[in-house]
């Protein structure tokens, strides 16, 4: 695996190389980012990996200095992923004066994970936005978890006639259900234990309103309700629709998933279901 020093010398290294598949991440990798860069295998001839942890889209309150940062470990799993490229700027490099233009997305990025993080969503799209321009990639993956930053990001791409396939990797998980995460080390061995439960809510509704429940605020309430019961202090647990995350006008509306974003100790945890009446419900993973 090359490591470019600079962002001419990555560009200069991606000169004929065929169709270029990035894979952008804040490093502290794990096997649902493995499998991410394994996937892109699949879509392209060059798999380019970024490690940045991006500061623009941290709030006050957020944890950009405690985010774990592993990039020795990083680099090895990386290599062994089959991964060609990996770019990991400096703030200096990627920002080397005040980033004063910004993408600012739609209302969207207000709700659900927006209005608890506020900013974060215009901190994402203008990062990836760089990244993209830098890369100049066919075609870029991101971890169907961040269901809402994934949506963020494919309407950014479309409505700016970028010329990139934007792929939804699905979440990987433990064998007890936890979405894989960055963020699962804040946890200790009790609130481990207790993690599963946010999936397992989910499945519920899910399974509920696939049997025909169609009061989604009470399915919604008695969620947060039960998760706050254990220890947790929840956000949100919201149904909406795949298509564009809004509050479904009626039952069959279209494809739901349910949301949630609810903390756990110090661990801020986010999960998702997508509702297919066809298929039954589906994870956000395998």
């Known amino acids: 695996m090359q490591i470019p020093s600079s962002i001419p010398e990555l560009r200069l290294a991606l000169r004929n190389r065929g169709r270029v598949v990035l894979v952008p991440t804040m490093g502290n990798l794990h096997a649902g980012h493995i499998a991410l860069m394994k996937e892109a295998r699949v879509h392209g001839d060059t798999v380019v990996a970024t490690i940045f942890v991006n500061r623009l889209q941290f709030g006050p309150s957020d944890d950009f200095d405690r985010y774990p940062r592993t990039f020795t470990e990083d680099c090895e799993r990386l290599s062994g992923a089959g991964v060609d490229l990996l770019l990991a700027p400096t703030e200096t490099e990627l920002y080397p004066e005040p980033q004063t233009y910004q993408v600012d997305p739609p209302a969207i990025q207000n709700q659900l994970d927006g209005e608890f993080r506020p900013g974060h969503f215009r901190g994402v799209a203008t990062v990836v936005l760089k990244l993209f321009n830098i890369v100049q990639p066919q075609a870029a993956l991101f971890g169907k978890k961040d269901y809402q930053q994934l949506l963020v990001l494919r309407n950014m791409t479309r409505q700016l006639a970028l010329p990139i396939d934007v792929i939804g990797g699905e979440t990987v ?114």
Not at 183 to 205: G, T
């Open 173 to 286: 998980r433990a064998d007890d259900g936890l979405a894989l995460s960055s963020r699962n080390s804040y946890l200790s061995a009790a609130e481990r234990a207790e993690a599963p439960r946010l999936q397992r809510i989910l499945r519920r509704i899910a399974a509920a309103v696939l049997a025909g429940a169609s009061d989604f605020t009470q399915l919604e309430r008695q969620a947060s309700e039960e998760l706050d019961q254990h220890g947790w202090q929840t956000d949100y647990v919201a149904i909406r629709l795949q298509a564009d995350l809004q509050v479904p006008s009626h039952p069959a509306a279209g494809p739901l998933v349910v949301l949630a974003a609810s903390r756990l100790g110090s661990a801020r945890l986010i999960d998702n279901v997508e509702i297919n009446p066809k298929k039954g419900p589906l994870t956000g993973g395998n």
